[in-house]
């Protein structure tokens, strides 16, 4: 702690020296370095006022040597202009721009200049460094934010933009961040899917030119591309080597992250909003905030910088993520939109019997006029179904009580079908272009956020049932639409402000949300993963990674997910999906916050048993999984089994988590998995959990230290008999 305070404290005299003495700032460049506790990004300015992004990487332990970095390398004719922090359009920009604007006179140039610097800190960990830019010839600036969690290693970078010239100024591009890295070579890693095959990873070397990732979907944004991706820096980074950079844009609609590799052999990477159909007319005094690029590095591989993010994200993104969670109970597999009283009665008596804390009701509970039967009639009337539930919310609330267990439900707000009376007396709330046929997704239209009346709806829903049911313990908040046919009745001749306003004005309703509901559960789902991002997870506790819930698919999908998201945020069902036994799919969905939608009642008494164990199981352990550190022991990409690892803070206890993935004949692990994270002068007892009822142990138990688990390690003896094994680790004292 000292240590950090210290090179904290040093580095704000650094940054400050240069605060209050315009007239120095004048006549020398200014470096300015933006510090964590292993990493630094350097700043400086030229001698026409440009500032410069000169470095990026692992922290030098003599800042003011950061003032002589620039000078080091040699770039090709005029690319040093190449290097801008924040490059703008038309002035002397050859790259491609981070900021392109249309001025109220009509010029489309543009030229940022070093005005000042400030630095508040915000806590003994976490700092803002804004830096004030101006064009000379406008009166338009740009503030650039940094903001630094020194020990995880983590920045949030965005910027506001305002003006005061005598008319409208159009923001054509407005990217959040523009980042220079400087190395041999580079490689992207990024992710593409659809419905049920979400996160499906690429790995490329990147060539001259530019690669573009974006989506133009509206909301969903992340159901064909998503806004994470890796960048490793002279060699494809590994779990435990290489130079990586992790980054994602928050923001939960259309995102656009450009890698120029330039003349000079850098890459540039640009990223935020998209800018595709959305410039934005931005009025005098006016400020136009751009959502957060998040990014850590780790010269130490994939693993180190995952593990930043995670910890970052449980202390400062995720709702109550050093807290705790439901384990639930479903009814969607169970019953689809085919239930009643009687029905739910039994499930909740299911959901005791299994020892869930939570039965959740998904789809189909509610709207009368057009009874929500299926997913074409309904959504939008927000009232229970007279049919279905004729004494309403509060009876399932109190019925689940007196089975001692908590009732949470689903719900879609921000959507309507066209068969419902919101739709019928609203028409002007739907986005939905007048002069053409209405197309549908999922025989639905997505409402005019960007309305505040629609705003105030959508959070009445949720506000309206927690003033009846102040019990009700859990949300499932889901988005099924994407935006065909953009046109919204509200924004008028504004109407490439449709994309950005949209999410604002969802973030407007979660704020709402959070503000009289701080700390109820509530579940981040899109038809699976389609918005699974930090913008949207900042108020949620959790996200809905897929609805494909095959447990071998989970295998690959959780492992790439778990390089941005800590397990505590990845809600993992147990289903009929698969051909996988009981056992392998609960074992797999124990890697996160576990929930159940299955048949209990049609449970064999072997299987009931084992899930009643496996439960018990986890709750002893869900501390460890949920809060602690995660390691990656065998890639299930490359081997015919995978293997993952979770360590509490003090190393006194770990899970490792086993599984088949190549059901070819004669497969799986034939020599010991390495553990890693664990203390190696410590003794730990090694024991086989979630043995099937019956079953022999794959592992016997036994005392090793942590030297030889992570030098030797232990065979789990995945195989076509044991196609997943669960060891849990505990320190022998």
Known sequence: MKNHLFTSFYLHLFIGATLFAPAVAAAQNITIPVETQHNALVLQTDAGKHLKMVYFGAKLANAAEYASIKKMYRQADDSEVLDEAYMPSGSEALAEPAITVTHSDGNKSLSLAYVSHTVRKIDDNVSLLTVNLKDPAYPFEVQLCYKTFYKEDVT?????????????????????????????????????????????????????????????????????????????????????????????????????????????????????????????????????????????????????????????????????????????????????????ETKLAQLFKDTKKLGVDLFLLDDGWFANKYPRNSDNAGLGDWQENRAKLPNGIGWLVKEAQNNSVKFGIWIEPEMVNPKSELYEKHPDWVIKQPNRPEKYFRNQLVLDLSNPKVQDFVFGIVNDLFTKHPDLAYIKWDCNAVIYNAYSAYLGKNQSHLYTDYVRGLYKVLDRVRAKYPKVPIMLCSGGGGRVDYGALKYFTEFWPSDNTDPLERVFLQWE????????????????????????????????????????????????????????????????????????????????????????????????????????????????????????????????????????????????????????GVNPNVNAGHTSVVLQLDEVK
């Open 156 to 340: 949030e970078q965005w910027c506001t933009i305002r003006h005061n010239e005598k008319g409208v100024v159009t923001l054509n591009k407005f990217a959040s961040a523009n980042l220079n890295l400087k190395g041999d070579s580079f490689w992207l890693k990024h992710y593409h899917g659809n419905w049920a095959l979400e996160m499906q990873p690429e790995e490329t070397k990147l060539t001259h030119g530019i690669k573009t990732i974006d989506t133009k979907l509206g909301t969903r944004a992340n159901l064909y591309e998503q806004s994470m991706f890796m960048v490793s820096i002279d060699k494809p980074a590994t779990e435990d080597e290489g130079k990586v950079l992790f980054g994602a844009v928050e923001w939960s609609g259309n995102f656009r992250e450009d890698f120029e590799l330039d003349v000079s052999n850098n890459l540039r990477v640009i990223a935020g909003i998209n800018n595709a159909a959305a410039e934005y007319h931005l009025k005098a005094g006016e400020d136009f905030i751009t959502p957060a690029l998040l990014y850590t590095y780790s010269d130490h591989g994939r693993g180190d910088a995952s593990r930043k993010l995670q910890r970052w994200a449980r202390k400062y993104k995720i709702v109550n993520g050093e807290g705790d969670r439901l384990t639930l109970l479903n009814n969607w597999e169970a019953t689809y939109f085919d239930f009643n």
């Open 561 to 712: 997910y778990s390089y941005f998201f800590p397990a505590i945020t990845s809600s993992n069902h147990v289903t009929d999906w698969g051909k996988q036994p009981i056992k392998y799919r609960v074992d797999v969905a124990m890697m996160g916050k576990l929930g159940f939608d299955i048949v209990v009642s049609k449970l064999n008494e072997n299987d009931l048993a084992f899930c009643q164990q496996a439960i018990q199981n986890y709750n002893g352990l869900k501390e460890v999984i949920w809060h602690g550190d995660q390691y990656r022991l065998l890639n299930p990409w490359e081997n015919d089994a995978a293997s993952v690892m979770y360590v509490n803070e003090n190393r006194s206890r770990a899970v490792v988590f086993n599984y088949l993935v190549n059901n070819r004949y004669d497969k799986g692990t034939r020599v010991p998995v390495k553990f890693k994270g664990l203390d190696p002068l410590k003794k730990y007892e090694v024991k086989e959990i979630n043995v099937y009822p019956g079953g022999k142990p794959a592992v016997s138990n036994a005392t090793y230290s942590g030297d030889f688990l992570m030098n030797v």
